[in-house]
Antibody
Framework: QVQLQESGPGLVKPSETLSLTCTVS??????????WNWIRQAPGKGLEWIGY???????NNNPSLKTRVIISLDTSKNQFSLKLNSVTAADTAVYYC??????????????WGQGTLVTVSS | QSVLTQPPSVSEAPRQRVTISCSGS????????VNWYQQLPGKAPKLLIY???LLPSGVSDRFSGSKSGTSASLAISGLQSEDEADYYC???????????FGGGTKLTVL
């Protein structure tokens, strides 16, 4: 079955770069029918969409994060990654990766990783 | 700041029925399907309803969804203690060219 698993440092210093990887099993990230998303949730808050990457490598990010976000794809490892630079305490959150159908009209996020907590602190 | 508006909390007694509303605009709910996610305490969100009113395999039929215009609703009947969770509506947004979430609704089963 499809599984997603986030990995990366749990602690990042202010002004540095947050780097996370999502490893996908049971499905190929090269499939043309899906967006691969990053979503985060600050402590006690709601869900915030960060951005996605398509199998072609094209990406789209939430304008609220401006140009701080880079999402990339590694088809050889069946992974996709998130880099968020110039982090502040406001970037402390649980970060989720999730698969989203791109061809369906509903575009639901049907599979999610378990999430990984990233704390920004010196 | 969420573009989709949900009540912060709802509560109801066991075995009763509760509804959660979700209000958006023509750039999201008015033009795209609404999906609902359930987030149990300490867990990742799980797809609960997709394409406005469809249930993924394995989801109880006590859950149902509906949509009209730029608003949607999630209904849960026969409330059980295990339904206590946060519920999020979401839809594709044309302005964002990505998914937009509601602020979430915390359901308490009294």
């Amino acid at each position: 079955q499809v599984q997603l698993q986030e990995s990366g440092p749990g602690l990042v210093k202010p002004s540095e770069t947050l780097s996370l990887t999502c490893t996908v099993s049971g499905f190929s990230v090269s499939s043309g029918d899906y967006y691969w998303n990053w979503i985060r949730q600050a402590p006690g808050k709601g869900l915030e969409w960060i951005g996605y990457i398509y199998h072609s490598g094209s990406t789209n990010n939430n304008p609220s994060l401006k140009t701080r976000v880079i999402i990339s794809l590694d088809t050889s490892k069946n992974q996709f990654s998130l880099k968020l630079n110039s982090v502040t305490a406001a970037d402390t959150a649980v970060y989720y990766c999730a698969r989203q159908s791109s061809s369906s009209r509903h575009k639901s996020l049907d599979y999610w990783g378990q999430g990984t907590l990233v704390t920004v602190s010196s | 700041q969420s573009v989709l508006t949900q009540p912060p909390s709802v509560s109801e007694a066991p075995r009763q029925r509760v509804t959660i509303s979700c209000s958006g605009s023509s750039s999201n709910i008015g033009n795209h399907a609404v999906n609902w996610y359930q987030q149990l305490p300490g867990k990742a969100p799980k797809l609960l309803i997709y394409y406005d009113d469809l249930l993924p395999s394995g989801v109880s039929d006590r859950f149902s969804g509906s949509k009209s215009g730029t608003s949607a609703s999630l209904a849960i009947s026969g409330l059980q203690s295990e339904d206590e969770a946060d519920y999020y509506c979401a839809a594709w947004d044309d302005s964002l060219n990505g998914v937009i979430f509601g602020g979430g609704t915390k359901l308490t089963v009294l």
